[in-house]
């Protein structure tokens, strides 16, 4: 078996060995919490009509079923084949739109012929769609469903209805700052801070009027932003040259679990990305949590990527790939390497003061922003 010009081909490997089919599953983006279990290949077999390995001995008694065929069978709505007084069933399953007896329980079968007779209607709800109730942290208060757009939460801060994004502190003391969570790690639902609605509550992105989901995979980050941020639209980002996005700057923080959507955290910066987004700069912060056990001895990206190996390479792929599952390009990122921590701050710092400019109305609230 040979995948690819550098791969080193093996004869004796088992096309079929169903392991294949797990380390794939296994490595894709957010599949870590999930036990992805294996399965060979079996085939139907004919004399006392169960599905097994095939035996070399008798190889005309086996019928290969492969995934073509079970989804041409099941869009059909094969119904089981009726056996004969010989005992034999007929060879040409398509032709007869029936399926063997025994080849799976009738109750599975009546739900894989539901989903290919009907998987275009709104029933059939995507992998990527997560029906779950969200993590919300505990002092924040929600209104309609998750999953809709009608969903909004809005978060409090020691104890009263704030704007996460004007009424938090960016840098609470020298050297930490806060990070507001918008998509708890491992959730699929593309949640962000509304920048118009009063008090600025977190709500799901949409696309053509419908709730936007990650299809890539589950992100294995937690995802927010740094309060009283703005990379503006109107200035050029003086690492890239380009115009900001015009949101508040993105954070990504990478620890030992999910943290709640609207939750507030105390971080420290150990670096950035600089991803170019439809031609815009959208900073990427990689931020760590202050309860994180590696908190005090990991300072910059390459030493968290020390004490959790991958997590650079993970954001990268994460970053250019993501948006490949919805059918578009690879994502560019102004570079690979990841700035410092004192050039992140540079950054953050240039941010901040274009806030500031767009709170003190030097820049023309054009967009309707809900400002204090």
Known sequence: MKGSLIAEAHPDDDLYDGDHGRYVLAMSPGQEPMNILS???????????????????????FISISGTKMRALAAAGATPCKIDSSGHIPTDLLGANCIPPGF?????????????????E???????????????????????????????????????????????????????????????MYSTAKMEMNKEEKHNPIMQDTSAGAPRYYHYGAPMFNY?????????????????????DNDPIDAIEIGPG????????????????????????????????????LFDSVDDVDELDHKRPGTKDSIIDWMKMYKTAEGKGVNELHSEEFTTPRQAKAIIEEVAGHYQELIDGDVDNDDNFFLP
């Open 258 to 293: 999910a943290l709640d959507m609207g939750s507030v955290h105390r971080v420290k910066i150990l670096g950035s990305l600089a991803l170019i987004d439809g031609g815009e700069t959208d900073h990427k912060v990689v931020v760590i949590r202050d309860t994180d056990p």
């Open 104 to 120: 799976m329980v009738q109750k599975g079968w009546d739900i894989v012929c539901d989903y290919y007779q009907n998987k275009d």
């Open 122 to 184: 709104k029933a059939w709800v995507p992998y990527s769609i997560q029906v779950v109730e969200p993590r919300e942290d505990e002092h924040a208060r929600s209104t309609g469903q998750y999953g809709t757009t009608d969903y909004r939460l809005s978060v409090h801060h020691d104890g009263k209805l704030v704007s996460p994004w004007h009424d938090i502190a960016l840098e609470p003391s020298t050297g930490v700052y806060h990070f507001v969570v918008e998509i708890p």
């Open 39 to 61: 399965f060979g290949k079996v085939y139907y077999d004919t004399r006392d009509h169960e599905m097994k390995d095939a035996d070399p001995k008798r190889p005309d008694d």
């Open 224 to 244: 927010g932003f740094l309060p009283q941020t703005w990379e503006s639209n109107r200035k050029k980002d003086s690492t890239t040259g380009r115009l900001g």
